[in-house]
């Protein structure tokens, strides 16, 4: 548990990155801590549940129309927070409904959730607003949305390794290996899911909340954009679903990897990226945190 | 771990543009622009191509005056994936990291004002040539300018041009984003500003596939004339559905992607009369012949007849600003401000950021050409009306 | 119970009384298994009752019936095979032996059964390293950790050694003495069964054949008739 205390420099110097480098490498940064959040976000449920959601392009989207709405009537953070709320919320309601199938079948309704948010998003703009699209006046500096998106992270992070610590993640774990077996043993299924699936979308939401701010212009399309949740899932994919690190990791490698490719080999780097997931699921299948050595299993409580 | 991961990109990446600034004297133009994602079509026809063709065009003569020295063009481009914070983080680069000379918009409304007040912060003057709304040009930002045709005045001219048709009576769809949204508000004032009848007006959402239904309960309604604010996609799809269900009113006009080429290819023979939006063609200048030849020779395909030449023409713009004042941005923002330039789509001048010289327009398929037809000012050819019937 | 056309079980009616053993026979098919499916939950009854002290469980869900104190092992052992013998056993203290807030006492029970059923010293293991004869001993500790009052096994001794059928003969046997909590066994190894089950149900196609104490049941002909006579 004091773990974290040798994790502080790294935080710090995290933490002072705006100071010490350009705008650039604050964004790139950015880029990483965001997946960081969403991967970390994803693999807390759908890691030990099995449950392979494509639902966190909708949770962001959510989230970041909660700060479309609110900035300028409400302080930032607490946006963050609706973002966080909003999208819980929207997952606990939907999960009723979608936690009870599982497979291909959860994977397609959660991802047809985000095309739902978006034509409510849309019908709900055209009908208060008379138009869709926001602009945003005054957003946060980027600065003040890079440290949000660190902390959220951090948070997704430590709440992450909460949830697997506790009863909720051992059920969660227990849902993923036999469902049935997990309920002749008391646990109520879709309330464990529920809770786990909502959690998870919390984050997905603040960070969609939070990185909102940097696009002046939010419209359902730039918001609800599918790229975002296939990303999450391929660095969970690359990165190993059965460790926070393997998310972790997977986000940093896959966001600094497909920038440097995209910059040096612009119009080749969609063959050489698709080539290197291909080659890292077939020779890493557990993912790059199978390259790690694991510290011995640690007994519960 | 992380840190390590850091610097190793750190240093990649700056490996990356210091080789790039090995070309040395060269002017560095940076941008990202759709190559992938749903973005990349309309960005590959109507800019993409018309930033390499400049480029090529300009060295080919020795480079861009700059100071009394001539110097290359170099073109930094970047795919954005059609990712708006892909957007944001390459001009961060470009601007910051890079410190490249200039910068090009990338494609579309949305990623324009993603990218809008970046380089307005930073002081990048910005020419957006496929940005198209009410909501960016209220922003006022300095930098940034549109040489597009605005909502307004698409749909001003597309009303006085009915008004002049004796069209009593329309039918609108539209698409339910700010594109749509924007243009169909300004068509509704000015439709009831002249007191031409609104017979129906139905949306749909983008990336729509079948919209018979909706042309069939207008067909019933039998109006003057069928206005569709739609997009590429969509607008061979009523085109196409239109005419299988025989609904062939005087006036047919679809929005954008009707100046494509691709819409003479997918419409064979049935394109005879449909109107869209469009502002040139060849026979607009000899300039304009000029840039639809070498458009040709380059890529083997036709310039599509709208925002093509508002993207070669932005260039123009800079490139003369740049040979007037040279390389400091406020100059150059100034000189676009306030100068009036010679360009393939005839003299430009800017006012509120917007184009000034440029009205709004009406084009309309004859004979395999897409003719300007709307305002007479500008028109190619004499408008026909009604539409013959579909093939 | 009914799966379609097929009738699993028909009329059968039996009660279970606080620290019985009973044992449960019947040719493959007989519908054994889907006896204890209705008895936890696992598939609801088409029609009948099953009834909890005075509670209609009938539309429960099986951890409605696991809270309640009715455990169970499957035929073919179900254990989370990538957690830890200690974990496999946690689980059902935390989730229904009311241990849920108290992870210090889901640990402690979680040992206690291992060390009951003779799997001490192996808590940090994998359960899918197990070989299936002590599959069977985890789950009957994850059964344990649950605290119920009823257990139900599913041919628990198939597959075991002459020698390992015994022992687990007298494990089951301590379990309900020391425990005092009522067994249903089901089993083919019938010379075990009989000698420690002091009631025997036999199903055939379904149906309840005979119902009562072990030395009655193993003299009645309709049950040599249908089961002893067969596998004699
Ligand atoms: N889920 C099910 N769906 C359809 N038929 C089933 C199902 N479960 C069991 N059966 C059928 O019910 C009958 C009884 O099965 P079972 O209870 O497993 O028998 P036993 O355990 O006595 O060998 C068998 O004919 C079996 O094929
Ligand atoms: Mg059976």
């Known amino acids: ?128 607003s008379g138009t869709v699209g926001r602009v945003l006046l005054n957003p946060p ?51 464990v899911k529920l809770a786990g699936f909502a959690l998870a979308a919390a984050f997905a939401g603040a960070v969609g909340a939070a990185m909102a701010g940097r696009w002046t212009y939010i419209d359902p399309h730039t918001v609800f954009n599918p790229l975002i949740g296939f990303q999450t899932v391929l660095i969970v994919m690359v990165g190993g679903a059965s460790r926070i690190q393997g998310a972790v990791i997977g986000a940093v490698i896959f966001s600094l990897l497909s920038e440097f490719l995209r910059m040096r080999f612009p119009y080749f780097y969609l063959v050489l990226l698709g080539l290197l997931l291909i080659l890292s699921v077939l020779y890493l299948p557990n993912g790059l945190i199978a390259l790690l050595p694991r510290k011995k299993a640690a007994a519960h409580g | 771990m992380l840190r390590n991961s850091i610097c190793i990109a750190a240093s990649l990446l700056g490996l990356a543009a210091s080789t790039a600034a090995l070309a040395d004297e060269a002017v560095r133009i940076g941008y990202a622009i759709a190559r992938t ?85 930073l002081g990048y003057p910005m020419i957006a040539p496929t940005a198209s709304s009410k909501k960016l040009t209220d922003m006022k930002l300095p930098f940034v300018f549109t040489i597009l045709q605005q909502p307004d005045q698409m749909m001003n001219a597309l009303a006085d041009m009915l008004v002049a048709q004796g069209v009593k009576t329309v039918a609108v769809v539209h698409v339910d984003d700010l594109f749509g949204l924007e243009n169909v508000d300004a068509l509704s004032k000015a439709l009831a500003s002249h007191n031409i009848g609104l017979l129906d007006k139905k949306s749909y959402p983008l990336g729509v596939k079948d919209l018979s239904p909706v042309l069939k309960a207008m067909k019933e309604k039998n109006p003057d004339a069928f206005l569709g604010i739609t997009y590429p996609p969509d607008t061979i799809l009523v085109s196409k559905q239109a005419r299988e269900i025989g609904f062939n009113p005087k006036i047919f006009y679809a929005a954008v992607g009707t100046a494509f080429p691709l819409y003479k290819a997918q419409l064979t023979g049935n394109t005879e009369g449909v109107m869209g939006m469009g502002s040139w063609n060849a026979k607009t200048g000899a300039a304009a012949k000029d840039y639809f030849a070498a458009h040709i020779a380059k890529f083997q395909k036709e310039p599509d007849r709208w925002a093509s030449a508002h993207a070669y023409a932005s260039l123009q713009i800079l490139q003369q600003a740049v040979e007037k004042v040279g390389l400091d941005r406020a100059r150059i923002r100034d000189a676009i401000a306030g100068g ?39 028109a190619t050819a004499t408008l026909v009306s009604p539409k013959p019937a579909w093939n | 119970m009914r799966f379609g056309g097929l009738a699993a ?173 009522s067994i249903v066994w089901i089993e083919h190894a019938v010379a075990t069964l009989m000698r420690h089950a002091e009631r025997m149900l036999v199903l055939h196609h379904g149906e309840l054949i005979a119902d009562g104490a072990t030395a009655a049941v193993r003299a009645d002909p309709r049950v040599i008739e249908a089961y002893l006579g067969e596998t004699a």
């Open chain 3, 9 to 181: 079980l028909t009329d059968v009616n039996f009660g279970i009384g606080p620290g019985e053993l009973i044992g449960v026979i019947g040719p493959n098919g007989a519908g054994k298994t889907t006896l204890l499916n209705a008895m936890t939950g696992v598939v609801a009854p088409t029609g009948g009752k099953v009834t909890v002290g005075d509670e209609d469980f009938s539309r429960q869900p099986a951890y409605v019936f696991a809270r309640r104190g009715i455990a169970r092992t499957f035929q073919t052992p179900r254990v989370f095979p990538e957690m830890s013998l200690h974990d496999n056993a946690a689980f059902g203290a935390l989730f229904a032996g009311g241990d849920l807030l108290h992870g210090g006492h889901a640990h402690r029970a979680a040992r206690e059964a291992l060390d009951y059923v003779g799997l001490a010293g192996e808590e940090r293991q994998l359960a899918g390293a197990l070989p299936p004869a002590r599959r069977r001993l985890l789950e009957i500790a994850m059964a344990l950790t649950t605290r119920p009052c009823l257990l139900l096994l599913d041919e628990v001794a198939a597959g075991l050694s002459p020698l390992e059928v015994e022992q687990m003969g007298e494990l089951i046997n301590r379990i309900r003495t020391e425990k005092n909590i």
């Open chain 2, 37 to 121: 994602g749903p973005f990349a079509g309309g960005a590959q026809v109507s800019q993409e191509p018309n930033y390499l063709l400049w480029a090529e065009q300009v060295n080919a003569k020795g480079g861009l005056m700059v100071a009394g020295k001539q110097r290359k063009v170099e073109l930094i481009g970047y795919d954005d994936r059609s990712d708006t914070e892909t957007v944001v983080r390459t001009y961060e680069k470009l601007m910051n990291q890079d410190k490249v000379d200039l910068v090009l918009p990338p494609w579309g409304t949305g990623q324009t004002f993603a990218v809008a007040t970046l380089a307005n912060k």
């Open chain 1, 141 to 191: 500096e980027q600065d003040a949305i890079y440290l949000a998106v660190l902390a959220l992270a951090l948070a997704a992070i430590a709440c992450c390794a909460w949830l697997w610590r506790g009863p909720l993640g051992h059920a969660l774990r227990g849902i993923g290996a036999d469902e049935d077996r997990a309920a002749t043993l008391g646990v109520n299924p879709l309330r």
């Open chain 1, 1 to 128: 548990m004091k773990d974290w205390i040798k994790w502080l420099p790294l935080i710090a110097a995290l933490a002072a990155v705006p100071w010490l480098t350009n705008a650039y490498m604050v964004s790139l940064l950015l880029t990483c801590l965001m997946y960081v959040a969403l991967a970390v976000s994803w693999v807390m449920f759908s890691g030990p549940s099995r449950y392979l959601s494509l639902a966190t392009t909708a949770f962001f989207g959510i989230g970041a129309y909660c700060t479309a709405w609110g900035l300028g009537h409400l302080p930032w953070p607490l946006l963050l927070l609706g973002g966080a709320l909003a999208a819980a919320g929207t997952a606990a309601l939907v999960g009723l409904f979608v936690l009870k199938l599982r497979g291909s079948y959860f994977a397609v309704l959660t991802f047809g959730l985000s095309e739902l948010a978006l034509h409510v998003i849309n019908q709900t703009e055209r009908s208060i």
């Open chain 2, 340 to 378: 009036e330039f010679q360009t393939i789509l005839g003299p430009i001048k800017f006012k509120d950021g917007m184009n000034a010289s440029i009205p709004g327009t009406v084009s309309q398929w004859q004979k395999g050409e897409f003719e300007v037809v709307w305002p007479k000012t500008r």
